[in-house]
């Protein structure tokens, strides 16, 4: 039985054990990455979590909430494809 030395990035992108990790890093990526993705959004929204897809975003302007609620597959699919992968499937809005 060969041992190479592996390195750690590929290790937890092809091991099935560690599906779940990095899932969790990439769903953390979001919303720490959120308004590097969406500059424009700054001062208007703000990325809390990622649940199961779910992205909850924090957004205290009604008007603004009713946009980005109008704008939500778009604005999944420009945050999956930051990603490099479907890690976002919705999208819900918290006070």
Do not use: W, Y
């Not at 603004?64 to 809005?93: A, Q």
């Amino acid at each position: 039985m060969s041992h190479r030395i592996r390195k750690i990035g590929e290790v937890l992108g092809t091991e099935k054990e560690f599906k779940n990790f990095t899932k969790k890093a990439k769903e953390q990526t979001v919303v720490e990455k959120f308004h590097e993705i969406f500059p424009k959004l700054k001062k208007l929204a703000e990325a809390k979590r990622v649940e199961n897809g779910i992205l909850f975003l924090k957004v205290e302007n009604s008007v603004m909430r009713s946009e980005l609620n109008i704008n939500k597959n778009k604005t999944i699919e420009m945050i999956n494809k930051h990603v490099g992968e479907k890690i976002i499937d919705d999208i819900k809005f918290v006070n």
